[in-house]
């Protein structure tokens, strides 16, 4: 009887484990293809480029090569001193989708 109660246990563990936080994933999807790719052409090329308030580069070479950024909504910041920021955001972005944000930005007074 004791072994049937040990075994009813560890089907039950077995059961109960995936349902853990942290023990399964949302995606079955490779990082790779829950990615999208955007181009930045910027004016001027060496502003430095936000995604989600972390810093991703500079505009020079965005405008050829693409950021690679996981799929889903994206809040971008584009910023040079002397200019007002640029801020925008991108949203129900898909993986494997390419995007193109063209701006320039504005010459501050102050």
């Known amino acids: 009887m004791r072994s049937f109660r040990l075994f009813v246990w560890f089907l ?60 889903g909504t994206r809040r971008i910041l584009i910023v040079r001193d002397g200019y007002h920021p640029f801020r925008t955001t991108l949203e129900y972005i898909q993986p494997g989708e390419v995007y193109t944000l063209k701006t320039h930005l504005i010459a501050s007074e102050f």
């Open 12 to 71: 039950m563990f077995l059961w109960a484990v995936p349902m853990l936080p942290g023990c399964a994933t949302t995606s079955s999807m490779p990082a790779s293809q829950a990615e999208f790719r955007l181009f930045v052409d910027v004016t001027p090329k060496d502003a430095r480029i936000f995604v989600d308030d972390e810093l991703t580069g500079s505009a020079l070479h965005t405008a050829e090569r693409p950021l690679s950024l996981q799929a």
